[in-house]
């Protein structure tokens, strides 16, 4: 079972930026390739929303509200997955969870770290 940790968040003033890590263990670099890896993050009393993500051949996918803000990258041969956020805002505060996905019909394989708080305050 991948072990997905994250780290990286913290306190930042708005305009400022932040870099996110996740790193993923029991799991080989072949196989950590083939997942696709996600950032998701949830505020306050909302609900878990997509942030961004990369597949396996480095196609990125990003919420309306971060693009041109933020950019997802993997080193697979690191087993990591990066989010660099820029002219970071207070609506981007959120616990900031890592999640790693995988279909192989007829199974889907999901998992997901513990998250990382990201506060954005002046």
């Known amino acids: 079972q991948v072990q997905l940790v994250e780290s990286g968040g913290g306190l930042v003033q708005p305009g400022g930026s932040l870099r996110l890590s996740c790193a993923a263990s029991r799991t080989s670099s072949v196989i950590f390739s083939i997942y696709t890896m996600g950032w998701y993050r949830q505020a306050p009393g909302k609900q878990r929303e997509l942030v961004a993500t990369i597949a396996s051949g480095s196609r990125t996918n990003y919420a309306d509200s971060v693009k041109g803000r933020f950019t997802i990258s993997r080193d697979n041969a690191k087993n990591t997955v990066y989010l660099q956020m820029n002219t970071l805002k207070p609506e981007d505060t959120a616990v900031y969870y890592c999640?790693?996905?995988?279909?192989?019909?007829?199974?889907?394989?999901?998992?997901w770290g513990q998250g990382t708080q990201v506060t954005v305050s002046s």
């Open positions: 999640n790693a996905h995988l279909t192989n019909p007829p199974r889907t394989y999901d998992y």
